[in-house]
Protein backbone atom coordinates (compact mmCIF):
# COMPACT_ATOMS: atom_id res chain seq x y z
CA UNK A 1 0.00 0.00 0.00
CA UNK A 2 1.20 3.61 0.32
CA UNK A 3 4.10 4.50 2.29
CA UNK A 4 3.66 8.16 3.70
CA UNK A 5 4.46 10.45 6.73
CA UNK A 6 1.54 10.20 9.34
CA UNK A 7 0.30 13.81 8.07
CA UNK A 8 0.19 12.82 4.56
CA UNK A 9 -2.07 9.80 5.40
CA UNK A 10 -4.27 11.76 6.97
CA UNK A 11 -4.25 13.63 4.20
CA UNK A 12 -5.07 10.92 2.19
CA UNK A 13 -7.86 9.44 3.80
CA UNK A 14 -9.47 13.33 3.74
CA UNK A 15 -9.37 13.25 0.35
CA UNK A 16 -10.69 9.87 -0.51
CA UNK A 17 -13.59 10.28 2.20
CA UNK A 18 -14.30 13.75 0.31
CA UNK A 19 -14.25 11.20 -3.37
CA UNK A 20 -17.07 9.22 -1.67
CA UNK A 21 -19.10 12.18 -0.78
CA UNK A 22 -18.82 13.90 -4.29
CA UNK A 23 -19.68 10.38 -5.76
CA UNK A 24 -22.76 9.80 -3.24
CA UNK A 25 -23.92 13.12 -4.50
CA UNK A 26 -23.48 12.07 -7.67
CA UNK A 27 -25.92 9.13 -6.49
CA UNK A 28 -28.22 11.20 -5.43
CA UNK A 29 -28.70 13.56 -8.15
CA UNK A 30 -29.12 10.92 -10.51
CA UNK A 31 -32.23 8.93 -8.36
CA UNK A 32 -33.96 12.62 -8.04
CA UNK A 33 -34.37 12.52 -11.72
CA UNK A 34 -37.84 11.69 -13.00
CA UNK A 35 -36.54 8.50 -15.13
CA UNK A 36 -34.52 6.77 -13.59
CA UNK A 37 -33.68 4.88 -16.53
CA UNK A 38 -31.66 7.89 -17.92
CA UNK A 39 -28.89 6.39 -16.13
CA UNK A 40 -26.93 2.96 -17.39
CA UNK A 41 -26.98 0.12 -15.38
CA UNK A 42 -23.20 0.03 -15.91
CA UNK A 43 -22.49 3.43 -15.20
CA UNK A 44 -24.51 3.47 -11.34
CA UNK A 45 -23.14 -0.06 -10.81
CA UNK A 46 -19.35 1.30 -11.87
CA UNK A 47 -19.67 3.99 -9.27
CA UNK A 48 -21.03 1.67 -6.59
CA UNK A 49 -18.11 -0.21 -6.87
CA UNK A 50 -15.86 2.76 -7.06
CA UNK A 51 -17.63 4.20 -3.63
CA UNK A 52 -16.89 0.73 -1.85
CA UNK A 53 -13.77 0.57 -3.06
CA UNK A 54 -12.85 4.09 -1.95
CA UNK A 55 -14.27 3.60 1.56
CA UNK A 56 -12.26 0.65 2.72
CA UNK A 57 -8.93 2.24 1.66
CA UNK A 58 -10.12 5.78 4.01
CA UNK A 59 -11.50 2.91 6.72
CA UNK A 60 -7.88 0.98 6.26
CA UNK A 61 -6.25 3.81 6.91
CA UNK A 62 -8.23 5.18 9.49
CA UNK A 63 -7.69 2.12 11.46
CA UNK A 64 -4.07 1.93 11.16
CA UNK A 65 -3.68 5.74 11.91
CA UNK A 66 -5.65 4.56 15.25
CA UNK A 67 -3.05 2.21 16.26
CA UNK A 68 -0.09 3.73 14.99
CA UNK A 69 2.23 6.86 15.44
CA UNK A 70 5.00 8.69 13.84
CA UNK A 71 7.75 6.61 12.98
CA UNK A 72 10.92 8.08 13.87
CA UNK A 73 14.17 7.49 12.06
CA UNK A 74 17.58 7.41 13.38
CA UNK A 75 18.21 11.01 13.82
CA UNK A 76 14.97 11.02 15.33
CA UNK A 77 12.97 12.57 12.68
CA UNK A 78 9.94 10.98 11.25
CA UNK A 79 10.18 8.68 7.95
CA UNK A 80 7.53 7.31 5.80
CA UNK A 81 5.12 4.93 7.49
CA UNK A 82 3.84 1.78 5.30
CA UNK A 83 0.44 0.52 6.50
CA UNK A 84 0.93 -2.89 5.24
CA UNK A 85 4.02 -3.25 6.58
CA UNK A 86 5.41 -0.98 8.95
CA UNK A 87 8.67 -2.40 9.75
CA UNK A 88 9.55 -2.45 6.22
CA UNK A 89 11.06 0.21 4.13
CA UNK A 90 11.41 2.06 0.61
CA UNK A 91 14.52 0.45 -0.88
CA UNK A 92 16.41 1.88 -4.15
CA UNK A 93 17.82 -0.92 -6.46
CA UNK A 94 18.83 -1.65 -9.53
CA UNK A 95 15.27 -2.47 -10.30
CA UNK A 96 14.02 0.96 -9.16
CA UNK A 97 12.44 1.43 -5.41
CA UNK A 98 10.86 -1.33 -3.58
CA UNK A 99 9.40 -1.45 -0.44
CA UNK A 100 11.27 -4.51 1.76
CA UNK A 101 13.87 -4.82 4.06
CA UNK A 102 17.78 -4.67 4.00
CA UNK A 103 19.44 -8.00 4.82
CA UNK A 104 23.03 -7.83 6.50
CA UNK A 105 25.87 -10.13 6.85
CA UNK A 106 29.19 -10.81 8.68
CA UNK A 107 31.40 -13.44 7.34
CA UNK A 108 34.84 -14.82 8.78
CA UNK A 109 36.72 -14.51 6.21
CA UNK A 110 39.04 -16.97 7.65
CA UNK A 111 37.16 -19.68 8.65
CA UNK A 112 34.29 -19.38 5.52
CA UNK A 113 31.09 -19.05 7.85
CA UNK A 114 28.56 -16.18 8.55
CA UNK A 115 28.45 -15.47 11.84
CA UNK A 116 25.61 -12.44 12.26
CA UNK A 117 22.62 -11.93 9.91
CA UNK A 118 19.93 -9.58 10.53
CA UNK A 119 17.32 -7.53 8.14
CA UNK A 120 16.56 -3.81 9.11
CA UNK A 121 13.28 -1.52 7.98
CA UNK A 122 15.79 1.11 6.73
CA UNK A 123 17.67 1.70 3.03
CA UNK A 124 20.58 3.38 4.06
CA UNK A 125 23.66 1.39 5.44
CA UNK A 126 25.11 4.06 7.09
CA UNK A 127 24.05 3.53 10.32
CA UNK A 128 24.20 -0.53 10.27
CA UNK A 129 27.95 -1.43 11.81
CA UNK A 130 27.10 -0.87 14.71
CA UNK A 131 23.64 -3.21 15.26
CA UNK A 132 25.80 -5.76 13.48
CA UNK A 133 29.39 -5.47 15.23
CA UNK A 134 26.53 -6.16 18.31
CA UNK A 135 24.99 -8.93 17.16
CA UNK A 136 27.96 -10.80 15.83
CA UNK A 137 29.52 -10.40 19.63
CA UNK A 138 26.47 -11.73 21.12
CA UNK A 139 26.54 -14.92 19.37
CA UNK A 140 30.11 -15.31 20.04
CA UNK A 141 29.06 -15.02 23.75
CA UNK A 142 26.13 -17.74 23.27
CA UNK A 143 28.21 -19.96 21.76
CA UNK A 144 30.64 -19.61 24.60
CA UNK A 145 33.56 -17.70 23.18
CA UNK A 146 36.07 -17.40 25.46
CA UNK A 147 36.89 -13.40 24.97
CA UNK A 148 33.60 -12.35 23.31
CA UNK A 149 33.64 -8.62 24.32
CA UNK A 150 36.77 -8.72 22.71
CA UNK A 151 36.03 -10.61 19.57
CA UNK A 152 37.02 -7.58 17.30
CA UNK A 153 39.76 -6.45 18.58
CA UNK A 154 42.78 -6.47 16.15
CA UNK A 155 40.46 -7.78 13.36
CA UNK A 156 40.87 -6.57 9.61
CA UNK A 157 37.18 -5.53 9.07
CA UNK A 158 36.26 -4.46 5.37
CA UNK A 159 32.94 -3.11 4.05
CA UNK A 160 31.83 -0.95 1.06
CA UNK A 161 31.55 2.51 0.43
CA UNK A 162 27.66 2.60 1.36
CA UNK A 163 28.82 1.66 4.78
CA UNK A 164 31.10 4.99 4.87
CA UNK A 165 30.00 7.74 7.55
CA UNK A 166 30.94 8.90 11.09
CA UNK A 167 29.07 6.42 12.93
CA UNK A 168 30.01 2.99 11.53
CA UNK A 169 33.96 4.44 11.47
CA UNK A 170 33.64 5.17 15.21
CA UNK A 171 32.23 1.56 16.04
CA UNK A 172 35.20 0.11 14.07
CA UNK A 173 37.41 2.51 16.36
CA UNK A 174 35.73 1.46 19.65
CA UNK A 175 36.20 -1.98 18.87
CA UNK A 176 39.96 -1.26 17.98
CA UNK A 177 39.07 -2.99 14.06
CA UNK A 178 41.97 -2.81 11.58
CA UNK A 179 38.83 -1.54 9.68
CA UNK A 180 38.68 -0.59 5.59
CA UNK A 181 35.54 1.84 4.73
CA UNK A 182 36.51 3.20 1.49
CA UNK A 183 34.20 6.78 0.77
CA UNK A 184 32.12 6.57 -2.46
CA UNK A 185 34.42 8.99 -4.23
CA UNK A 186 38.06 8.17 -3.84
CA UNK A 187 37.78 6.75 -7.37
CA UNK A 188 36.25 10.00 -8.33
CA UNK A 189 39.84 12.12 -6.73
CA UNK A 190 42.14 9.80 -8.34
CA UNK A 191 44.08 12.87 -10.77
CA UNK A 192 43.71 10.30 -13.26
CA UNK A 193 40.05 9.49 -12.98
CA UNK A 194 38.86 12.38 -15.30
CA UNK A 195 41.65 11.24 -17.88
CA UNK A 196 40.87 8.18 -18.16
CA UNK A 197 36.94 9.40 -19.11
CA UNK A 198 38.53 11.81 -21.71
CA UNK A 199 40.35 8.56 -23.11
CA UNK A 200 36.96 7.21 -24.30
CA UNK A 201 36.22 4.46 -21.50
CA UNK A 202 33.28 7.07 -21.16
CA UNK A 203 31.48 9.91 -22.76
CA UNK A 204 29.95 11.49 -19.23
CA UNK A 205 32.16 14.51 -18.13
CA UNK A 206 29.97 15.63 -15.75
CA UNK A 207 28.52 14.18 -12.44
CA UNK A 208 24.96 12.38 -12.97
CA UNK A 209 22.23 11.65 -10.40
CA UNK A 210 23.53 8.29 -9.29
CA UNK A 211 27.00 10.36 -8.29
CA UNK A 212 24.80 11.86 -5.51
CA UNK A 213 24.29 10.03 -2.13
CA UNK A 214 20.61 10.64 -0.89
CA UNK A 215 19.74 10.19 2.47
CA UNK A 216 15.86 9.73 3.31
CA UNK A 217 16.02 10.23 6.94
CA UNK A 218 17.71 13.80 6.87
CA UNK A 219 15.91 14.41 3.34
CA UNK A 220 19.23 15.99 1.73
CA UNK A 221 22.26 14.51 -0.65
CA UNK A 222 25.93 13.96 -0.24
CA UNK A 223 28.07 15.30 -3.34
CA UNK A 224 30.40 13.24 -4.33
CA UNK A 225 33.19 15.41 -2.84
CA UNK A 226 31.51 14.32 0.22
CA UNK A 227 29.45 18.16 1.42
CA UNK A 228 25.83 17.91 2.51
CA UNK A 229 23.24 19.71 -0.28
CA UNK A 230 20.26 20.82 1.63
CA UNK A 231 16.52 20.88 0.74
CA UNK A 232 15.92 24.57 -0.33
CA UNK A 233 13.13 24.12 -2.84
CA UNK A 234 10.13 22.04 -3.16
CA UNK A 235 8.53 23.18 -6.10
CA UNK A 236 10.34 24.57 -8.37
CA UNK A 237 9.38 24.61 -12.01
CA UNK A 238 11.24 24.43 -15.00
CA UNK A 239 10.82 23.65 -18.81
CA UNK A 240 7.26 23.10 -17.35
CA UNK A 241 8.05 20.35 -15.10
CA UNK A 242 8.32 20.41 -11.25
CA UNK A 243 11.28 20.01 -9.41
CA UNK A 244 12.92 19.75 -5.81
CA UNK A 245 16.03 22.02 -5.27
CA UNK A 246 18.79 20.79 -3.36
CA UNK A 247 21.90 23.05 -2.71
CA UNK A 248 24.90 23.18 -0.86
CA UNK A 249 27.17 25.89 0.64
CA UNK A 250 28.68 28.66 -1.09
CA UNK A 251 32.20 28.56 1.24
CA UNK A 252 32.15 24.34 0.26
CA UNK A 253 32.43 25.09 -3.26
CA UNK A 254 35.50 27.34 -3.04
CA UNK A 255 38.83 25.47 -3.64
CA UNK A 256 36.74 22.18 -4.85
CA UNK A 257 38.87 19.97 -7.00
CA UNK A 258 36.08 18.73 -8.64
CA UNK A 259 33.98 22.15 -9.50
CA UNK A 260 34.60 21.55 -12.92
CA UNK A 261 32.51 18.35 -12.95
CA UNK A 262 29.76 19.63 -11.52
CA UNK A 263 29.62 23.52 -13.26
CA UNK A 264 28.73 23.00 -16.97
CA UNK A 265 28.67 26.58 -17.76
CA UNK A 266 30.62 28.98 -15.69
CA UNK A 267 29.35 31.86 -14.06
CA UNK A 268 30.02 35.23 -15.47
CA UNK A 269 30.89 37.59 -12.24
CA UNK A 270 31.05 40.51 -14.65
CA UNK A 271 27.75 39.85 -16.01
Known amino acids: MWSRTVSELRAKRQKLEERVKELLAEQEEEDRKEDDDSTPPDNRSHREKQIDKLKKEADRIEAWLKENGERLGVNGKEIKSNITDNESSLMTTSHGSVQGYNGQAVVDSKHQVIVHGEVFG ?61 DKWKRMRDPGYWERRKQGRTTRAYFAREDYLYNENEDQYICPNGKIMRLQTKHMVSTGNVYRRYCVQEHDCSGCGLRNAFIRKPLDRNA
Not at 144 to 172: M, P, R, W
Open 122 to 182: TGQDADLVPPMIDGTKENMDKIGHEDAAEYFKGKIFTADSVYHSKDNLQKCVDEKLDAYIP
